[in-house]
C-alpha cells in the first residue's frame, strides 16, 4: 500500500548551518510530492512542491531533491534560523487530492 | 487573499452535545479537505469536496457529517463524539482535484476535547 515516512524523527541544528530532512515513499506511481512546515498551534504551511518528472527543485533558502529510483525525498534548508524550528512533513498526493503524509520529523535550531 | 480561516479556534463539547466547525476561503478554490490530526502525529485525510460535491469519505464514523453550502464554505457537524475524537481538526483548499493534484492551504485549525 501507500506510504511515506521519514528516516529521522528529530534533527538539531546550530543556527546557520544547513539542514537536510528526508523522507521515503513507497508508491512508485505517485507524482507529486509535497514539503510542509508546521509550527506549534497552528496549520501546515506549504514550502515546496516536485512533480515526478522533476528531480530538483530551489526556493528562497529550500530545495527540494527527489530521487525515483531509491523513492527517496529531502529538504535542504539553508542557513537555518530559529524561525525554522517546527515539525516538517512530507506528503505524497494523488490526482485526486488525497494527501498522504508522512510521520514528521522535528526540527530544532539552536542560537 | 491565500487565508483559510476557522471557527472556532477551541471548541470543548460533551459527548451528547451537537456542534459545528466552520471553514472558509476566499481563493476560488473548488476543492476542500478536512484532516484529523492527533497530537505528535501527522494529519489524516477524512473528507475531500470537488465542486461542492463529496468525492472522498475516508471511511469516517457517521457521527462527523460534512457539508459544503457553497463554493468557499465548508463545516463539520459533530453529533455524539467521544473522547479519542478529541483532535485538531484542520480545514484545506486547493485547486479542483481530478485535474492534476495541487498544493492544498490549510487552514489554522479547530482545537476539539470531547469531554
Known amino acids: 500500500g501507500e506510504s511515506v515516512g521519514l528516516h529521522l524523527p528529530t534533527l538539531s541544528v546550530q543556527e546557520g548551518d544547513n539542514s537536510i530532512i528526508n523522507c521515503a515513499y513507497s508508491?512508485?506511481?505517485?507524482?507529486?510530492f509535497i514539503w510542509y512546515k508546521q509550527e506549534s498551534g497552528k496549520g501546515p504551511q506549504f514550502i515546496i512542491d516536485?512533480?515526478?518528472?522533476?528531480d530538483k527543485r530551489q526556493g528562497q533558502r529550500v530545495t527540494v531533491l527527489l530521487n525515483k529510483t531509491v523513492k527517496h525525498l529531502s529538504l535542504q534548508i539553508a542557513a537555518t534560523q530559529p524561525g525554522d524550528s517546527a515539525v516538517y512533513f512530507c506528503a505524497e498526493s494523488n490526482l485526486y487530492g488525497k494527501l498522504t503524509f508522512g510521520q514528521g520529523t522535528i526540527l530544532t535550531v539552536h542560537p | 487573499d491565500t487565508e483559510v480561516t476557522q471557527t472556532p479556534k477551541h471548541l470543548v463539547m460533551g459527548m451528547t452535545n451537537k456542534k459545528s466547525l466552520k471553514c472558509e476561503q476566499h481563493m476560488g478554490h473548488r476543492a476542500m479537505y478536512w484532516y484529523k490530526q492527533k497530537a505528535k502525529k501527522p494529519p489524516e485525510l477524512m473528507f475531500v469536496?470537488?465542486?461542492?460535491?463529496?468525492?472522498i469519505n475516508e471511511s469516517v464514523p457517521s457521527r462527523f457529517s460534512p457539508e459544503c453550502p457553497n463554493s468557499s464554505l465548508l463545516n463539520l457537524h459533530l453529533h455524539a463524539l467521544q473522547p479519542e475524537d478529541s483532535a485538531l481538526y484542520l480545514c484545506a483548499s486547493s485547486q479542483p482535484t481530478g485535474t492534476g493534484p495541487f498544493e492544498q492551504y490549510f487552514g489554522p485549525g479547530t482545537r476539539l476535547t470531547v469531554t
Open positions: 516536485i512533480r515526478s518528472n522533476m
Open positions: 469536496y470537488s465542486y461542492e460535491k463529496l468525492s
Open positions: 508508491n512508485s506511481a505517485s507524482d507529486y
